[in-house]
C-alpha cells in the first residue's frame, strides 16, 4: 500500500482567496498554490511514462492552466 504525502492543511476560504488572487495574476498567490499541491504533484509524476522532471513540470503547467481558467 503506497503512503500518500499530505498537503498543508489550509481553510477553504484561504484557497478561494489564494485562487482568486491568482487569477487576478499576483504571483505569490499562484506560487503559494502551486506549493500547496506540490505533493499531490510528486504522487502523480511518478505514474507518468517520462522522466521525472518533465513530468514534474507538465503537471504544473497543467495546474497552472487548470488554476487560471477553470470555472470554480
Sequence with gaps: ME??????????AELAEWLKQAR???KDALL?????????IQYMCR??????EDAEQSLRLELI????HAEV
Design 32 to 40: 503559494r498554490l502551486i506549493r500547496y499541491f506540490e505533493p499531490d
Design 65 to 68: 492552466d487548470l488554476l487560471k
Design 24 to 26: 487576478q495574476h499576483d
Design 47 to 52: 505514474f507518468m511514462l517520462m522522466p521525472k
Design 3 to 12: 503512503t500518500q504525502i499530505p498537503s498543508p492543511v489550509i481553510s477553504e
